[in-house]
């Protein structure tokens, strides 16, 4: 039985594996896209409450062979890929923290107390599909830029305020201040001074009088990307 599920979208398997390793849990790599492949890591603990299985993408999950009880999944995909499933979002670098194995850790004993968990995806339209595999979303730009920027605290603070003026509670004015103060931030400075910044803010405040697809369909943009950082926005204030 599947526990529950996490995904990650900015780092591989075996990085995955390695942090698995270092909390000494035995697991299994599943994977590979000519044929699928399985690799079990073992002997890391004599006993342990759940088995975590990596993945290398969403598509997989239906051809899993491992048989041991009680998984939990670590799903590699993209961002854009992950946002159209029920795939926790916990260990996404957002929602990570500085300390990942720490994080890993905690996620897995929460994992141990979950009744079970099934894949659900929202069905894309021929539109979207082609859309996201053509090209990188805007929204997916903007996040590889904040991933390379450290320390982590100078890191996290700039995504809380990128996300805030996205989601229209910050102004451009204190974005571009913040941007402007170092040149780790420069390539996230060019990326939110482009014309698709203020079209994406001014699409997640329309989500106040239409739903999601309307908005969608009305901007150009992918519903993960709007409904992203809606979600984060309000993450943020609590």
Partial sequence: MILDAFGIPDYSPL????????????????????????????????EQPVWPVVVDRIKA?????????????FVCDSLSALSTT???TDLWPENRGHDAVCKFKK????????????LTTKELTTLEYVESASKPSYLNWIQ???????????????QQLVISYLAGGASYTALNKKLRSSLKLQDLHELLNQPKAKELREAVLMLSRLPVEAVAKATGFQTFEIL??????EKNKG
């Fill in 107 to 118: 996620v897995l004993i929460r994992a141990n107390r979950s009744k079970g968990w099934a």
């Fill in 61 to 73: 999950i239906p051809r899993i062979r491992t048989t041991v009880d009680r998984q939990v999944l």
């Fill in 228 to 233: 992203y950082v809606a979600r984060s926005s």
């Fill in 15 to 46: 990085q995955v594996s390695e942090f698995l390793r270092a909390l000494n849990m035995s697991h299994t790599l599943e994977g590979g896209f000519l044929r699928h492949l399985t690799c079990t890591v073992d002997s890391l603990c004599s």
């Fill in 144 to 158: 590889s830029a904040i991933y390379k920027i450290t320390p982590y605290a100078l890191r996290k603070e700039v």
């Fill in 86 to 88: 029920n795939i926790g």
